[in-house]
């Protein structure tokens, strides 16, 4: 049974850089056919996309959040890494690590998510 477990930075500061991880147990970040995607919520809101790293280390990023996200991954901890820069009040959402699986077309697995809040 795979689980992604999202870290919990809680409160950030506007203009800091947001950092969270995702814990992946029972399965491996560089198997085949697998991306490793972050996903948010903002309050009131539908699902956004913010990009994903794959299980080569290559990574896609939203056009919309481009120039302020970065993905990356420690493959001896299988873990994956979200940061966003300069974050800013509406970047307050809940934050969700899933894995995309290309034969299928869709999220088999998701983390439960953790809430976010930008705020001085």
């Known amino acids: 049974q795979v689980q992604l477990q999202e870290s919990d930075p809680g409160l950030v500061k506007p203009s800091q850089t947001l950092s969270l991880t995702c814990t992946v147990s029972?399965?491996?970040?560089?198997?085949?056919?697998?991306?490793w995607t972050w996903i948010r919520q903002p309050p009131g809101k539908g699902l956004e996309w913010l990009g994903y790293?794959?299980?080569?280390?290559?990574?896609y990023y939203s056009p919309s959040l481009k120039s302020r996200t970065s993905i990356s991954r420690d493959t001896s901890k299988n873990q994956f890494t979200l940061q966003l820069s300069s974050v800013t009040p509406e970047d307050t959402a809940v934050y969700y690590c899933?894995?995309?699986?290309?034969?299928?077309?869709?999220?088999?697995?998701w983390g439960q998510g953790t809430q976010v809040t930008v705020s001085s």
């Open positions: 899933a894995r995309w699986y290309s034969d299928s077309q869709g999220y088999d697995y």
């Open positions: 790293i794959a299980h080569s280390g290559s990574t």
């Open positions: 029972g399965g491996s970040i560089t198997t085949n056919y697998y991306y």
